[in-house]
């Protein structure tokens, strides 16, 4: 059963730009230790990390709060399965909400896709209920 869906659209260019202008303040306020260590290494680093703010966008709509409610950025982390599949690893207010709306019986599930295409990047989370 589908709990929540979510998609976000943002230009790469916006986020290059934040990244000149404010570099470490940015990061560490948006992205986790994780996310800042996979989109460092990468040639087009700022595609990287406009994936991973599009996905905390789409996963907040998702939960059905935006960025309010006590769920913040670093809540939300984009993180790989072994397969590489991206998902969500949710914190603090974010694990809260999600605990609040998954119902009773069920374990959640976080798909994520993340696509580039120079100067857009886009995410799409959907949270399903699985039975435990």
Known sequence: MIIGLGSD?????RIARTLERHGDRFT????TEVEQAKSDRRAN???SYAKR????????????TGLSQGV???DMGVVNLP???PTMRLTGGALRRLEQIMPAGMQP???VTLTDDDPLAQAFVII???PA
Not at 28 to 31: I, L
Not at 57 to 64: M, Q
């Open 45 to 47: 680093r700022a595609a």
């Open 83 to 85: 397969s590489g599949a």
């Open 53 to 64: 703010f599009a996905a905390k966008e789409a996963c907040s709509k998702a939960l059905g």
């Open 9 to 13: 659209l943002i230009d790469i260019r």
């Open 72 to 74: 913040f950025w670093r």
């Open 28 to 31: 560490n306020r948006v992205f």
């Open 109 to 111: 599930r976080i798909h």
């Open 128 to 130: 399903e209920a699985l």
